[in-house]
């Protein structure tokens, strides 16, 4: 997923607290919480809309977080939480950690790849597939995998905007696409 199909100024906030988490060698530590928030904001999609109602009042948003999520992380992030409140920009907080999480991959070599198999796979075969699309990338890449039974076998890779569909399902359309163009008419 590419930083330019966030929000410009999530983006923004983002680079921002890197950059600053960076200067105090704390950028990953600092992602793993920002994550931690984005999971709860996930699961919890009632206290994001909270964050984004504008018929509460933003003193309100502050007070909240200042009580459920300040004390919980370190102290940077809990700056930058009061910068973003203090700039009513509280409703972006999903997008901030989705785009600090690219961005800090990008800065570790890491790329984010999404795998599509028939069957899961055991976390040997997986890891087989992320050291191949490692040494392909020539770059460390985050596997994640999804089940869908309906390609009947092989993968899809998706890299970024990439597709690369290797899965069984493709490869007999194909196949059906080619035998219907030879056929006499």
């Known amino acids: 997923m590419a930083t330019q199909t966030h929000n410009p100024v999530a983006v923004t906030y983002a680079r921002s607290l890197l950059e600053l988490a ?33 018929g509460i009042s933003n003193e309100e948003r502050i007070a909240t977080v200042d009580k459920v999520l300040k004390p919980r992380v370190n102290p940077l992030l809990a700056n930058f939480l009061g910068v973003l409140a203090n700039h009513n920009r509280l409703g972006i907080l999903d997008q901030v950690a989705a785009a600090y999480e690219i961005l800090l991959n990008e800065m570790l070599g890491k790329i984010e790849v999404d795998v599509t198999v028939s069957q899961k796979l055991s976390s040997d075969e997986l890891e087989k597939v992320r050291q191949k699309v490692s040494a392909a990338l020539k770059k460390d890449a985050v596997v994640h995998q999804y089940v869908d039974d309906s390609i009947i076998g092989g993968m899809i890779l998706r890299v970024g905007d990439q597709l690369i569909d290797a899965s069984v399902r493709s490869q007999l359309e194909s196949m059906k696409r080619k035998f219907l163009a030879s056929r006499p008419r």
């Open 22 to 54: 960076q200067e105090r060698k704390l950028a990953e530590p600092i992602g793993e919480e920002l994550a931690g928030i984005g999971e709860i904001l996930t699961a919890q999609p009632t206290f994001m809309s909270f964050l984004r109602d504008p």
